[in-house]
């Protein structure tokens, strides 16, 4: 990044901050199965008129597209911010087929899916470039230091625009929300389970105090 | 196995930086970068290893590096200079292995002639 548009991004970060948008495009980014999609299906369904944004599948990169869900108006802590809610197909640095066959899928099934899902992880890329900030959602059964959840943190903060972590997946015994404050201290986090919706009204507070 | 010199990197432009990677990590070379890349690099490799991948020839890379350091002066944050990359150690997906990585250490296991 040149440095007058780093400059320009940085400063325009800034000055969003300084007039606290009410209207905010936030990204929900993460991990292939870290549970985005539950997640904004469960926002929508709580703050919008219901339906969903994707469906859920325990198979990796079921989200190939990013979709987008205009004007959700979130209310926490006495205030309230429209949100134009991003998901996003998971990021990753490599996608091998073989792994989607794993899952009884046929040869040529699984070849499509993984063209498909390295276009997707294009597609939310190039969305970072038009966001206000992001939800990064990770598994809390997993190890949070994989090299995606260190590059969109990384770009966020080169960036200067918000960012919660969102530690998904409390409901199972071998959570350890902790292990993730402890690699990214420096950020908020709210611990939920996107499935039972588990301190979802937490989440909603953080997201009106962060993105407001 | 290839450990590139921060010196060397930092005459490079992102796009030869990125370039020179994927075609040595396609080639089944380990590379390790000593003041690695920035946030905006290491998003943009991401972006390329997945126009490269091929069936049966290219799954992708695998690459670790650390979370990058806060701190810095206010110019530095005004111009996003904040967060100087770390070592980055990059290959071949189907040879590089995380064994484990925290803040301090990155363990990884490598197979050869795969």
């Known amino acids: ?212 | 196995m290839d450990l590139i010199s921060g010196e060397k990197l930092e005459k490079m432009t992102s796009m030869e930086k990125i370039r020179l990677i994927l075609d040595k990590v396609k080639t089944g070379r380990i590379v390790v970068l000593e003041s690695g890349l920035s946030p905006d690099e290491e998003v943009r490799l991401i972006e390329m290893t997945m126009t490269e991948i091929r069936v049966d020839e290219f799954s992708g890379i695998e690459i670790e590096s650390y979370p990058t350091k806060k701190g810095g002066s206010f110019f530095d944050k005004l111009l996003g200079k904040a967060g100087k990359g770390r070592m980055t150690v990059i290959g071949p997906a189907n040879q590089l292995r995380t064994i484990e990585k925290d803040q301090y250490q990155i363990s990884t296991k490598v197979s050869v002639g795969d």
Request: proline share 4%; with cysteine; net charge negative.
């Open chain 1, 1 to 212: 990044m040149g440095v007058i548009n780093s400059l320009k991004c940085n400063l325009g970060a800034w000055i969003r901050r300084i007039f606290k948008k009410k209207r905010a495009k936030i990204g929900l980014y993460g991990p292939p199965n870290a549970g985005k999609t539950t997640l904004a299906n469960r926002i929508v369904h709580d703050w919008s008129d219901g339906g969903s944004l994707g469906t859920v599948s325990s198979i990796p990169h079921e989200t190939r597209r990013a979709v987008r869900r205009e004007g959700v108006i979130i209310n926490g802590n006495g205030s309230s911010i429209e949100l134009d809610i991003v998901d996003t197909p998971g990021m990753a640095t490599k996608i091998d087929f073989m792994e989607f066959m794993a899952y009884g899928m046929s040869e040529e099934e699984a070849k499509k899916r993984a063209k498909e899902a390295t276009e997707g992880v294009i597609e939310a890329i190039k969305w970072l470039d038009d966001l206000d900030g992001v939800l990064l959602v990770m598994d809390a059964t997993e190890d949070p230091y994989t090299q995606v959840n260190v590059t969109v943190i990384g770009n966020m903060e080169a960036r200067g625009l918000p960012l919660l972590i969102v530690a998904n997946k409390i409901d199972l015994p071998e959570s350890s929300p902790a292990r993730i404050k402890a690699a990214f201290p420096q950020h908020n986090m709210v611990t939920i389970s996107a499935l039972e919706g588990s301190n979802i009204d937490e989440l909603y507070q953080a997201i009106a105090a962060n993105f407001g």
